[in-house]
Structure formats: C-alpha cells, structure tokens
C-alpha cells in the first residue's frame, strides 16, 4: 500500500512532503515519544504523533519511515514543513483521535 492511498482512503489532508506519496507503507508504529519510536519504528512504518516539531523529521529520516501522520488537527511547525519537502517524507493531518485513525490505518493495511 503507498502512502498515497492512505491518503485517499482516510480523506487525510496533505500538510507537506508531496513528492513522497509514492512511498510504500510495510506497517505501523504509534508513539508521542521520540526515543521510543527510534528505538522501535521499522523503515517504511506510518507514525501516528502529536508531535508537530522539526525532531520528528530526524527521527522518520533516519528510520526511512514512510510518512507521519499527526492527529487532533495538529498542524506542523513550519520548519517541519520545509524538512518534510527536503527528506520527502509526507506529513499528514487527521481531525480524528489517535485510537480510531489507527484502527482504520490497521483495517487498511491488514485488508
């Protein structure tokens, strides 16, 4: 599954990281801890945040995450938009609580 039809399927807005749509999703991983998501994140995972902060690019460039997904209409910082579009990783946006986008990233994957 490409991020691309996440996108589409979720009605999710695209905040940053265009050029990055065509990334394929392999799973996964939800954490507000950054630590935590180094740690155990596996390159091409979806991360579902609140973090909205330059630090999560560092973190979803170096696992080669395949796009970040912040929750509750939190929208990124701006310096966060302008790392997104260099590393091409999407940032994504969702009105919904953590518990259901996961739920229905997961029916999504798993189909």
Do not use: C
């Not at 170096?62 to 910082?77: G, R, S, T």
Request: avoid cysteine; charged fraction near 25%.
């Amino acid at each position: 599954m490409l991020v691309s039809d996440i996108v589409e399927a979720l009605n999710l807005k695209v905040y940053s990281g265009k050029s990055g749509l065509n990334r394929e999703i392999d799973g996964g991983y939800v954490s507000d801890l950054l630590s935590d998501v180094m740690g155990h994140a596996d390159s091409g995972n979806v991360w579902v945040t609140l973090q909205n902060h330059k630090n999560v690019m560092a973190i979803a460039s170096l696992k080669e995450l395949a796009a970040i997904i912040l929750v509750k209409n939190i929208e990124p910082e701006p310096d966060t938009l302008d790392q997104s579009n260099q590393e091409e990783i999407p940032i994504l946006g969702t009105d919904l609580e953590t518990f259901e986008i996961v739920g229905k990233i997961y029916q999504l994957i798993n189909k």
